[in-house]
């Protein structure tokens, strides 16, 4: 399909390493989950090793209250919050923020040392 073309499996790797080393979990909050091609999406990260288990809910693209409403309904220890976006109602979410960069080169080796540094407390 088409829509794997945009995504560098490269990255995906990263991610999967991430969540290998950390015992991390991803849930999306990416508009992608709203995409009428998300299942495939999902099927095929989750094919590659991705440890999918969730999505925000939809709140009316307050992407901040999204990710707020899933912690509050779901029993999450540790959290990091992986986008390229910071939302205005991020507020006290920004400090779980790891940035990336969609015009640089999104996830590297140094953004994933990052995340499993704070996952790892190290």
Avoid: Q
């Avoid at 707020?68 to 990091?80: A, S």
């Avoid at 590297?108 to 996952?119: F, K, T």
Wanted: include cysteine; charged fraction near 35%; charge should be negative.
């Amino acid at each position: 399909i088409h829509i794997m073309l945009d995504i560098d499996l490269d990255k995906v790797f990263m991610l999967r390493d991430i969540c290998n080393l950390t015992g991390a979990k991803v849930v999306v909050s990416s508009s992608w989950r709203r995409s009428r091609w998300y299942s495939l999406l999902e099927e095929k990260l989750t094919n590659l090793g991705i440890p999918i288990v969730g999505v925000t809910p939809f709140i009316s693209n307050n992407r901040g209250d999204e990710i707020r409403k899933y912690l509050e309904e779901n029993r999450v220890d540790d959290f990091v919050i992986l986008d390229d976006d910071i939302f205005r109602d991020f507020n006290e979410l920004e400090n779980y923020l790891v940035k990336t960069s969609f015009y640089e080169d999104g996830l590297n080796d140094e953004i994933s040392r990052e995340v499993v540094r704070i996952l790892r407390r190290v």
